[in-house]
């Protein structure tokens, strides 16, 4: 949809996803993964059965989190890769998953398998992997866990039906399955952020997605970020006076709306150097800007760098 400004970040910078094992568990069992060193997210789909989860993030500016309760048909996304523990118990004991064997199940897949004889759990393991925009714009607004859960609703059947597709691609293994279920993967990470900000207290312009006013003048300068962003433009869009514009804007996404579309001007102009190697002068004109030397002033200010050098280090 054009009027969605979540689209527009993960349009601009896919979020490549995919399935790397299935855990077969039995009761009590527990499993720790020291993290991702490349700064990816992690995923489990539970299948069957129920469990724990406990985070131990890395970084001092997000705490421990859990122990979370998690049943089948949920989803539990780890999107800066911290270690963690997924265990039968709250707090159960648990043994590091790298130093089991994973010898391939029936649907290709490595299988780890750990536990004793009491209830069953299965688990699908994957990754999702981001491209720069994401990891500057989307991530850090991110918390330690983000937790979808099973229900009654939608995005319960959402859920359960691409948690069998994924199953059913698997255990195919026809052509192309590989791409599909990447494919299906991606759309978890999706569901799992808009889950998030649906239910929880967002941060940032992830935030205003929740209120439709402030969503629209995101969507309008996320989709155009050369547009005619003045105060009065951006109020128009948003359906508000200029004054109600900038004091809810403010108050929900902590900073100006003139200081955010300067951001998102500057975030782009970034993607686009790193990714195009059109000239300085088309970027400037893409971000609004002009004249080549205008851009290359505000660029320097914002970043540090004149465009030609940041785009030289970033190659």
Known sequence: MSDDPLRVVLDRDSVQGSVFCRAELGAPWGLRTSGMDDGAAIFHAIVRGAGWVRVSPDSEERPAVGP??????????????????????????????????????????????????????????????????????????????LHTRAGDGPTAVWLDTTLRMIGAELRADQPGSEAVVTRLADVLFIQAVRDWIAHTDAAGWLAALRDPQLSRALAAVHGDPGGDWTAATQARRAGMSRSLLYTRFTAVVGESPAAYVLRWRMQCAREQLRKERTSVAAVAEHVGYGSEAAFSRAFKRHVGLSPSVWRARAG
Do not use: K, N, Y
């Open 68 to 145: 979370i309760p998690w049943r089948a048909g949920d989803i539990v996304v780890i999107p800066h890769g911290d270690p963690h523990v997924m265990s039968h118990s709250p707090d159960g004991a648990s043994v590091p998953i790298a130093e089991l064997d994973s010898p391939p199940g029936t649907d290709g897949l490595p299988c780890v398998r750990q536990g004793g004889d009491g209830p069953a759990t299965s688990i699908l393991c994957g990754t999702f992997h981001f491209g720069p925009m994401a990891r500057e714009v989307l991530l850090p607004h991110l918390p330690a866990v």
